[in-house]
């Protein structure tokens, strides 16, 4: 009988022949622990590790990207306290100015297609996005990952989505993410595996990939496991052969075809994610401040994109752009391509690397009543501030803050 | 040594004649004691703010088993809402179905947490002493999902990070 993608990923990390429900252990290629929840795991390695607390300190790394520098005391001892572990066991530590760990884990070539990745960030199934495995987990799992090199887990049920279509030109990754969280809200896949194929997955970008696989965790699944296409193999400069994919006849719980021919651009209004609407329904909306970046928006390609529709343009008057690259390695590209520029020159606040607006306030929080489009992935009440958040792409972002009130990036083109 | 077959009695968590569901980690071991680090200070507060149920940390003798609903131990991930049902020498909890984070926890410090699909409250009289068998998978003479090798491998060795001693000999 054939295999799902993940069930193949399992068993090539030592979970045998493997079906959904089954409970097994598997080797976990890069182990790591971020700033938020990487004391705990210090601690529990102190605790618990014994003499020889690290498995392979070759793939046991830190990365710091919640609070980067530092903005609070207990972050800060927090930090030192893993420097200082991470000295002591000769782990790699990728310090306040790297930017987004699980970015970072990508650019790097460890979260290649096929590998399996685990650390503190719920949102590490993002390396779906190339094929491969990631999961977020608690303290003392990740500690374990770090002592062993294993985790368990259950295999969660595999099902298939078939994307049928190309959106509208103007619609991007995220619109079609959005759209996922439209049709599915967030309990029709919870706890499963979702791979998805379609036309517009096969010619899209890495940073496309990313986008989409980054909505998982807010679909409520395990993870979103896209096939990696020519361009993501380019990436890895990997072959087809040495990536993995599902059997032709893989046998899914349930396939589904969502249909995005024609899809326009979509934003998620407050409170939450699933609250999701087309954009033209919010046009008369007065914004206030505009975030572009985070896990789901930060790749360099995202914000070449930004740039390209800022240069030349000016934020409108009383609108806050905040811009924060996902790694220092996009920053640097941007900064040396002259794209720092356009965006300074359109009036951007630009800040270092990291998960930005999303996480602690580290470029600002947003007041009672202040209206905020962010490129982000979670719009709670709290998790960006009190104001309302509406989630968008980059279009949208970059429309709304030269029009000061939310605009779909067809209509920029005519400013 | 740990044995997979126990014999106990079983607490059955019921409401008019139905399997409480949806019982939350506020309801196994309540925020305001979250302070507490010890786990023999745990027992005590156990089930303290689950109505129907709050003297259950009284009445509770070890080796006692506890059947429940759906979606056990939703909510917060704290260690205590495990930790408190060793401390009052508790064996195991059955139950429809678990919250994820808390089926996590309970396997990796060694609780057995045994899922029972079809579990029915009129199956069962309330404090009967039944025999657990999480091999075999069997509550009594009704069917429960035994033991997965992982939960078993933790379960034996102690705790999760006991097991990770066991690989390197
Ligand atoms: S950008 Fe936001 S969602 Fe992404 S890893 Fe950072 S804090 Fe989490």
Redesign the pocket.
């Given at each position: 009988m054939g295999r799902t993608l993940i069930q193949k990923i399992i068993s090539k990390h030592g979970g045998g022949e493997c079906a959904g429900g089954d409970v097994v252990w598997m080797d976990i290629d890069n182990r790591s622990a971020r700033d938020f929840a990487g004391a705990n795991v210090v601690g529990n390695l102190e605790k618990y590790g014994g003499d020889s607390p690290i498995a392979d300190p070759e793939k046991t790394f830190f990365t710091f990207?919640?609070n980067v520098p530092a903005n609070t005391i207990p972050y800060a001892t927090n930090q030192h306290r893993i420097r200082l572990y991470a000295r002591e066991q000769h782990l790699k530590v990728w310090d306040v100015n790297a930017g987004?760990g699980?970015h970072v884990v990508i650019e790097e070539g460890l979260a290649k297609p096929g590998t399996t990745t685990i650390g503190t960030?719920?949102?590490l199934n993002i390396m779906g996005a190339v094929g491969a495995f990631g999961q977020g987990m608690g303290d003392v799992d990740t500690a374990f990952a770090f002592k062993s090199g294993k985790i368990w887990f259950q295999v969660p049920e595999s099902v298939k989505v078939t994307l049928k279509g190309m959106p509208a030109p103007g619609t991007e990754a995220k619109d079609v993410a959005l759209a996922m969280l439209r049709e599915f809200g967030s309990h029709t896949l919870l706890g499963k595996s979702v791979e998805v194929q379609g036309e517009w997955l096969d010619q899209a970008e890495l940073s496309d990939c990313i986008t989409f696989a980054s909505l998982g965790t807010e679909l409520g699944a395990i993870i979103i496991l896209l096939p990696p296409n020519q361009k993501v193999l380019d990436a890895f400069s990997m072959k087809r052969e040495e990536a993995v994919y599902a059997d032709d006849d893989a046998v899914y719980e349930k396939e589904y075809t969502l249909d995005i021919t024609g899809l326009t651009p979509l934003l998620a209004a407050p409170p939450n994610p699933h609250n999701v609407h087309a954009v033209s329904e919010y046009a008369d909306t007065k914004v206030d401040g505009v975030f572009i970046g985070?896990?789901?928006n930060g790749s360099y390609a995202d914000m070449a994109y930004a740039a390209k529709l800022l240069k030349g343009r000016k934020v409108a008057d009383g609108v806050m752009l905040k811009v924060v690259p996902a790694t220092r390695t996009t920053w640097m590209r941007l900064l040396h391509e002259g794209l720092l520029a356009d965006l300074f020159d359109a009036g951007a606040i630009v800040s270092n690397a990291g998960?930005g607006g999303?996480?602690s306030g580290q470029i600002g929080m947003t007041g009672s009543g202040e209206v905020q489009i962010s490129t982000?992935?979670?719009n709670f009440t709290g998790k960006q501030g009190k104001g309302d958040t509406y989630l968008a792409g980059i279009g949208t972002a970059a429309a709304s803050a030269v029009l000061g009130r939310i605009a779909s990036v067809n209509e920029l083109e005519e400013v | 040594m740990a044995s997979l077959k126990i014999q106990g009695r079983l607490w059955v968590l019921q409401r008019n004649g139905e399997l409480i569901s949806d019982i939350d980690t506020d309801m196994i071991f309540h925020n305001q004691y979250l302070a507490i680090t010890d786990i023999a200070k745990m027992g005590q507060y156990a089930f303290d703010n689950l109505e129907g149920f709050k003297d259950f940390a009284k009445l509770a003798k070890p080796g006692d088993i506890v059947l429940a609903g759906d979606n056990f131990g939703s909510g917060s991930s704290r260690q205590q809402a495990v930790d408190c049902f060793t401390s009052l020498g508790v064996k195991a909890v059955i139950a429809r179905s678990y919250g994820a984070i808390y089926k996590r926890n309970a396997i990796n410090s060694a609780f057995p947490v045994i899922t029972m699909p079809d579990a029915k409250a009129s199956d069962f009289s309330h404090l009967e002493t039944v025999v657990l068998d999480m091999e075999k998978g069997l509550l009594r003479d009704r069917k429960v999902e035994p033991m997965s090798g992982v939960q078993k491998d933790i379960f034996f060795a102690g705790g999760l990070f006991q097991y990770a001693e066991t690989l390197k000999k």
């Amino acid at each position: 009988m054939g295999r799902t993608l993940i069930q193949k990923i399992i068993s090539k990390h030592g979970g045998g022949e493997c079906a959904g429900g089954d409970v097994v252990w598997m080797d976990i290629d890069n182990r790591s622990a971020r700033d938020f929840a990487g004391a705990n795991v210090v601690g529990n390695l102190e605790k618990y590790g014994g003499d020889s607390p690290i498995a392979d300190p070759e793939k046991t790394f830190f990365t710091f990207d919640c609070n980067v520098p530092a903005n609070t005391i207990p972050y800060a001892t927090n930090q030192h306290r893993i420097r200082l572990y991470a000295r002591e066991q000769h782990l790699k530590v990728w310090d306040v100015n790297a930017g987004i760990g699980s970015h970072v884990v990508i650019e790097e070539g460890l979260a290649k297609p096929g590998t399996t990745t685990i650390g503190t960030d719920s949102h590490l199934n993002i390396m779906g996005a190339v094929g491969a495995f990631g999961q977020g987990m608690g303290d003392v799992d990740t500690a374990f990952a770090f002592k062993s090199g294993k985790i368990w887990f259950q295999v969660p049920e595999s099902v298939k989505v078939t994307l049928k279509g190309m959106p509208a030109p103007g619609t991007e990754a995220k619109d079609v993410a959005l759209a996922m969280l439209r049709e599915f809200g967030s309990h029709t896949l919870l706890g499963k595996s979702v791979e998805v194929q379609g036309e517009w997955l096969d010619q899209a970008e890495l940073s496309d990939c990313i986008t989409f696989a980054s909505l998982g965790t807010e679909l409520g699944a395990i993870i979103i496991l896209l096939p990696p296409n020519q361009k993501v193999l380019d990436a890895f400069s990997m072959k087809r052969e040495e990536a993995v994919y599902a059997d032709d006849d893989a046998v899914y719980e349930k396939e589904y075809t969502l249909d995005i021919t024609g899809l326009t651009p979509l934003l998620a209004a407050p409170p939450n994610p699933h609250n999701v609407h087309a954009v033209s329904e919010y046009a008369d909306t007065k914004v206030d401040g505009v975030f572009i970046g985070s896990c789901t928006n930060g790749s360099y390609a995202d914000m070449a994109y930004a740039a390209k529709l800022l240069k030349g343009r000016k934020v409108a008057d009383g609108v806050m752009l905040k811009v924060v690259p996902a790694t220092r390695t996009t920053w640097m590209r941007l900064l040396h391509e002259g794209l720092l520029a356009d965006l300074f020159d359109a009036g951007a606040i630009v800040s270092n690397a990291g998960c930005g607006g999303c996480a602690s306030g580290q470029i600002g929080m947003t007041g009672s009543g202040e209206v905020q489009i962010s490129t982000s992935n979670r719009n709670f009440t709290g998790k960006q501030g009190k104001g309302d958040t509406y989630l968008a792409g980059i279009g949208t972002a970059a429309a709304s803050a030269v029009l000061g009130r939310i605009a779909s990036v067809n209509e920029l083109e005519e400013v | 040594m740990a044995s997979l077959k126990i014999q106990g009695r079983l607490w059955v968590l019921q409401r008019n004649g139905e399997l409480i569901s949806d019982i939350d980690t506020d309801m196994i071991f309540h925020n305001q004691y979250l302070a507490i680090t010890d786990i023999a200070k745990m027992g005590q507060y156990a089930f303290d703010n689950l109505e129907g149920f709050k003297d259950f940390a009284k009445l509770a003798k070890p080796g006692d088993i506890v059947l429940a609903g759906d979606n056990f131990g939703s909510g917060s991930s704290r260690q205590q809402a495990v930790d408190c049902f060793t401390s009052l020498g508790v064996k195991a909890v059955i139950a429809r179905s678990y919250g994820a984070i808390y089926k996590r926890n309970a396997i990796n410090s060694a609780f057995p947490v045994i899922t029972m699909p079809d579990a029915k409250a009129s199956d069962f009289s309330h404090l009967e002493t039944v025999v657990l068998d999480m091999e075999k998978g069997l509550l009594r003479d009704r069917k429960v999902e035994p033991m997965s090798g992982v939960q078993k491998d933790i379960f034996f060795a102690g705790g999760l990070f006991q097991y990770a001693e066991t690989l390197k000999k």
